[in-house]
């Protein structure tokens, strides 16, 4: 493969997101190391070409072997619903940190400081590593992020777990090392492993009010691949778009349409309901903020220059409901 970038460490790839992007990665001849927790279970879900390496993000060490010989790194990290502000460590803010630092040891910045002040947050683990990496310095951060998590701040929307998006997308930004940003709308994968799906029903919270561009995660995966091939010194950033313009509503109706498993019927859950329950439950707190930011983001339209550079999305919401 002639690809300045031919090997890709991967953190975060045995989940929803993660899995199509790891077997993408393969199908497009990157060598991938995936750190996991536990490697038997993800044996199971990731191509055996994958190299698994047990570790911890609160451990730079762990890090540090997972990156051994990688000319990249893909980051999946996200804040999960039963994760809480107030939690010592959440992946996606210091998991990211974490890496990045080891990335900025690995490429010669002595204190892996890589612009963060020392100490921030007395995170649980201060120890350095090695400054070597077999093949040579880190050539490439890329991370997933949203699109939705721009809604933060508009009225009176404020919340913490799209506050930890923007820090890490700053973080980035400011890097030493080339990075690149994909902003995904919505997955078609959130309607059947996503919680929406709930066995002979769609659950659907609140109205929704504006359409989103659902993306199957095959898509992502081949555009996240595509990327990488697209190596140089500059940051990239892709607003990634699907085909498909949807409301949340049509969407559910898209679905029923082609799920060939049954017949569904959608049941509404009324937005003040979810939040009630929401004060004294954080998983059904979260799932109130969240619907309440993609019922109402109005997503920028898709930006052709990224389909021209990273491959067109080839899968409908149809397709990928026949296909379940």
Do not use: C
């Amino acid at each position: 493969m002639e690809a300045t970038i031919k090997k890709i460490a991967v953190f975060g790839g045995t989940g929803m997101l993660g899995k199509p992007v790891v077997r993408e990665l393969i199908r497009a001849g990157y060598g991938v190391t995936a750190m996991v927790r536990d490697s038997g279970r993800a044996a199971s879900k990731l191509p055996e070409k994958v190299t698994l390496k047990e570790g911890d993000l609160a451990s730079k060490k762990d890090i540090a072997a997972a990156l051994e010989g990688a000319d990249a790194v893909y980051l999946n990290l996200s804040t999960r619903p039963d994760v809480k502000k107030y939690d010592h460590f959440i992946a996606e803010r210091d998991g990211l940190e974490n890496v990045l630092a080891v990335v900025a040891q690995i490429n010669g910045d002595a204190d892996g400081s890589h612009g963060l002040e020392a100490g921030k947050g007395d995170r649980p683990e201060s120890e350095t590593v090695g400054d070597s990496n077999p093949s040579g310095p880190v050539k490439r951060v890329a991370a997933i992020s949203s699109l939705v998590h721009r809604y933060n701040g508009t009225g009176n929307f404020h919340w913490w777990a799209f506050e930890i998006k923007q820090w890490a997308e700053k973080i980035l930004r400011e890097a030493d090392v080339p990075v690149t940003i994909f902003y995904p709308s919505s997955f078609m994968e959130t309607m059947d492993q996503g919680g929406i799906l709930q066995g002979r029903r769609l659950m659907l919270v609140g109205r929704s009010r504006q359409p989103m561009h659902f993306i199957a995660g095959k898509d992502y995966g081949r555009m996240v691949a595509e990327a990488f091939r697209h190596h140089n010194e500059s940051d990239q950033f892709y607003d990634i778009h699907g085909t498909e313009a949807l409301t949340f509503d049509d969407a559910a109706l898209e679905f029923i349409k082609n799920y060939r498993h049954g017949p569904l019927k959608i049941t509404r859950v009324p937005m003040w309901l979810i939040k009630l329950v929401g004060t004294v439950n954080g998983e059904v707190n979260y799932l109130a903020n969240i619907m309440n930011a993609l019922n109402n983001y109005a997503e920028p339209k898709p930006d052709p220059s990224v389909w021209e550079n990273l491959g067109r999305p080839k899968v409908t919401l149809a397709e990928y409901a026949r296909r379940l």
